[in-house]
């Protein structure tokens, strides 16, 4: 079992920034690929940002290439999103997951709870 706690979100204005925190506890963080996905209402999920178990690569969706930044330290068992110049269509909840090289490709295994994000205009 893994658990995953998301952290960090809040309102926040247009132009401005936000970190996102997951935390992990239970089976082997460091070996995780850990993913940022968001859902606003009405919209499917969206994965914006992964990054692989060791950190030296990571991927983002175009609508926030060069706006956010996913990293983390697996000392910590913590992953990050850190989002800057948000807009308000980056107004979602925001999901952290889990998948390991067992994982069928595209899927994760473990979601956190969510934290939500507001971007006002």
């Known amino acids: 079992q893994v658990q995953l706690v998301e952290s960090g979100g809040g309102l926040v204005q247009a132009g401005g920034s936000l970190r996102l925190s997951c935390a992990a506890s239970?089976?082997?963080?460091?070996?995780?690929?850990m993913g940022w996905f968001r859902q606003a209402p009405g919209m499917e999920r969206e994965r914006v940002a992964h990054?692989?178990?060791?950190?030296?690569?990571?991927n983002y969706a175009d609508s926030v290439k060069g706006r956010f930044t996913i990293s983390r330290d697996n000392a910590k068992n913590t992953v990050w999103l850190q989002m800057n110049s948000l807009k308000p269509e980056d107004t979602a909840v925001y999901y952290c997951?889990?998948?390991?090289?067992?994982?069928?490709?595209?899927?994760?295994?473990?979601w956190g709870q969510g934290t939500q994000v507001t971007v006002s205009s």
């Open positions: 239970g089976r082997t963080f460091s070996s995780a690929g």
């Open positions: 997951a889990a998948r390991w090289g067992t994982t069928p490709p595209g899927q994760y295994e473990y």
């Open positions: 990054i692989s178990w060791s950190g030296g690569t990571t």
